[in-house]
């Protein structure tokens, strides 16, 4: 018994003994993020004013970019939209030390409208250069973006000069499936919100459309099999629907109809990823004055 007693005494006076030693002023370990933000970036210089939209990962980032912005196209007159962000849980990332310095390209566009596009991955620009030359010396200036890990995706035409609406040949419609031969109008999984490739797309096709005031187009949404039918017709109406705001809100004054399909007009029956894909789309069909 006395030896148990013993015992039972030692430890106690070592636990008293450790919570009065051990100090109380360790620093708490900072927590981590599991699943960092990727750093984004959206650009576009269009009547007048450079919009900038993005999640930044510090003040100081943030800060370079508007310092270069305010710089290049204050003298300019252009208004700039300042919709940065700053986000703790967003990673830094090698391209934000090499974005200000591109800022300058959107002011190398022919027509002042341009943008440009980061979404983490890869480097999206649109926009229109009046010569080969022009685009050259535009695409070299972003090789910084590029070194830096980011995959560029080129849509900048070169018009090769004005062309008046009544040089104009060629109607509408092909011009407009050749652009969604190579580029698609793309949404956030399960919603109406246009994705960074999804605006990149539309950015190529508001010109075009801009050529033939006239012009009547339907808007045609289209999902994949799955899903209630009713839901599908719905989300492919208000993609449908996101596409014609986004002309509107870019100054188009053409005849837009937005039309929902769902899943009912498929352009493949199988059950592959790729033809899933494929299903999901958006179509353009002129249906007036297309050749104006």
């Not at 990962?57 to 700053?86: C, F, H, M, N, W």
């Not at 959107?106 to 943008?115: I, K, Q």
């Not at 012009?215 to 989300?235: C, K, M, Q, R």
């Given at each position: 018994m006395k030896r148990a007693a013993i015992l039972v005494g030692g430890l106690s006076a070592l636990t008293l003994l450790a919570l009065v030693c051990v100090p109380r002023h360790l620093p708490v370990p900072a927590p981590t993020i599991a699943n960092p933000i990727p750093a984004s970036f959206h650009a576009r210089l269009e009547q007048g004013t450079l919009t900038l939209r993005?999640?930044?990962?510090?003040?100081?980032?943030?800060?370079?970019?508007?310092?270069?912005?305010?710089?290049?196209?204050?003298?300019?007159?252009?208004?700039?939209?300042?919709?940065?962000?700053?986000?703790p849980q967003v990673a830094s990332a090698p391209w934000l030390e090499a974005l200000p310095g591109i800022l300058?390209?959107?002011?190398?566009?022919?027509?002042?409208?341009?943008?440009i596009i980061i979404d983490g991955r890869s480097l999206v620009l649109s926009g229109r250069?009046?010569?080969?030359?022009?685009?050259?010396?535009?695409?070299?200036?972003?090789?910084?973006?590029?070194?830096?890990?980011?995959?560029?995706?080129?849509?900048?035409?070169?018009?090769?000069?004005?062309?008046?609406?009544?040089?104009r040949r060629g109607s509408l419609q092909p011009k407009l499936d050749a652009v969604l031969a190579k580029a698609r109008i793309?949404?956030?999984?399960?919603?109406?919100?246009?994705?960074?490739?999804g605006i990149a797309a539309?950015?190529?096709?508001?010109?075009?459309?801009?050529?033939?005031?006239?012009?009547?187009?339907?808007?045609?949404?289209?999902?994949?099999?799955?899903?209630?039918?009713?839901?599908?017709?719905?989300?492919s109406h208000r993609r449908a629907e996101a596409v014609r705001q986004y002309f509107v809100k870019h100054g188009l004054g053409n005849k837009f109809t937005a039309v929902g399909y769902g899943a009912s007009k498929p352009r493949s029956k199988e059950q592959t990823q790729a033809a899933l894909q494929r299903n999901r789309r958006i179509e353009l069909h002129v249906t007036g004055n297309g050749d104006l």
């Open positions: 993005g999640s930044m990962p510090d003040a100081s980032t943030r800060e370079r970019i508007l310092k270069e912005a305010r710089a290049r196209y204050d003298a300019g007159k252009i208004k700039i939209d300042d919709q940065l962000v700053v986000d300058p390209v959107l002011g190398m566009m022919n027509t002042a409208r341009g943008s250069v009046a010569t080969e030359q022009s685009k050259i010396a535009l695409l070299s200036s972003i090789t910084p973006m590029t070194a830096a890990g980011l995959e560029l995706e080129d849509h900048i035409l070169s018009s090769g000069g004005h062309t008046t609406p009544s040089l793309e949404f956030e999984s399960n919603k109406a919100v246009l994705s960074a490739k539309l950015d190529q096709i508001v010109p075009l459309i801009r050529d033939y005031p006239q012009a009547s187009i339907e808007i045609g949404g289209h999902t994949d099999p799955f899903g209630a039918p009713a839901y599908n017709v719905d989300l």
